[in-house]
């Protein structure tokens, strides 16, 4: 069974950064295309970015092109997700997924293992 731990939440002000790594365990990583979406409190969960396997290709949300990137290192098992200028509706849970057949769409479905979540809070 395949394991996503998600890392390096926290508080921060508008404007500012944070870096998100999620470690994988137990599979196949480097065959794995990867997601982060995030929970907004009283929201539903949406995508945020998603990366290849082999991390050539990337796609994001309208919301956060050009402010986050998403990126991996296949030798750690890790998927990273660089946040900055921060706004206070960045604030969620952010979760990393795991889709065994190399995909990386924005749908939950096709996701096969999914992390714990961490929270990510925006406020002066």
């Known amino acids: 069974q395949v394991q996503l731990v998600e890392s390096g939440g926290g508080l921060v002000q508008p404007g500012g950064s944070l870096r998100l790594s999620c470690a994988a365990s137990?599979?196949?990583?480097?065959?794995?295309?990867m997601g982060w979406f995030r929970q907004a409190p009283g929201k539903e969960r949406v995508f945020v970015a998603a990366i290849s396997w082999s991390g050539g290709t990337t796609y994001y949300a309208y919301s956060v092109k050009g402010r986050f990137t998403i990126s991996r290192d296949n030798a750690k098992n890790t998927v990273y997700l660089q946040m900055n200028s921060l706004k206070t509706e960045d604030t969620a849970v952010y979760y990393c997924?795991?889709?065994?057949?190399?995909?990386?769409?924005?749908?939950?479905?096709?996701?096969?293992?999914w992390g714990q979540g961490t929270q990510v809070t925006v406020s002066s």
């Open positions: 997924a795991a889709d065994e057949d190399g995909g990386m769409g924005s749908d939950e479905g096709p996701y096969d293992y």
């Open positions: 137990n599979g196949t990583f480097s065959r794995y295309g």
